[in-house]
């Protein structure tokens, strides 16, 4: 079973870029489709955006064009870069791994601990 740690979030103006990063260890990494999710106050965890083992990606509407999701494989590491950030971004945000085929929102069943990351205005 992988184990996933996501790094240090942080706190960020309106219109900064941060880029998170999610070590996975005791599992095959580059079999494993990632996910990042986020949790905002109040409201549900949702879907940021996934990447395939393949290579695969795919994005919620509300952060295509500004977050990307990249993995390297030989550190068994996966990022958000997350660019033009804007308050309402502000959640806590978690990585996870599954093993479907597909970038989607469903099918992960391993989850890291989550980072805090703040967009001030």
């Known amino acids: 079973q992988v184990q996933l740690v996501e790094s240090e979030g942080g706190l960020v103006q309106a219109g900064d870029s941060l880029r998170l990063s999610c070590v996975a260890s005791g599992g095959t990494f580059s079999t494993y489709t990632m996910g990042w999710f986020r949790q905002a106050p109040g409201k549900e965890r949702e879907f940021v955006g996934g990447?395939?083992?393949?290579?695969?990606?795919n994005y919620a509407d509300s952060v295509k064009g500004r977050f990307t999701i990249s993995r390297d494989n030989a550190k068994n590491t996966v990022y958000l870069q997350m660019n033009s950030l804007k308050p309402e971004d502000t959640a806590v945000y978690y990585c996870?791994?599954?093993?479907?085929?597909?970038?989607?929102?469903?099918?992960?069943?391993?989850w890291g601990q989550g980072t805090q990351v703040t967009v001030s205005s």
């Open positions: 996870a791994a599954g093993r479907s085929n597909y970038a989607y929102s469903w099918g992960y069943n391993t």
């Open positions: 990447m395939t083992w393949s290579g695969n990606t």
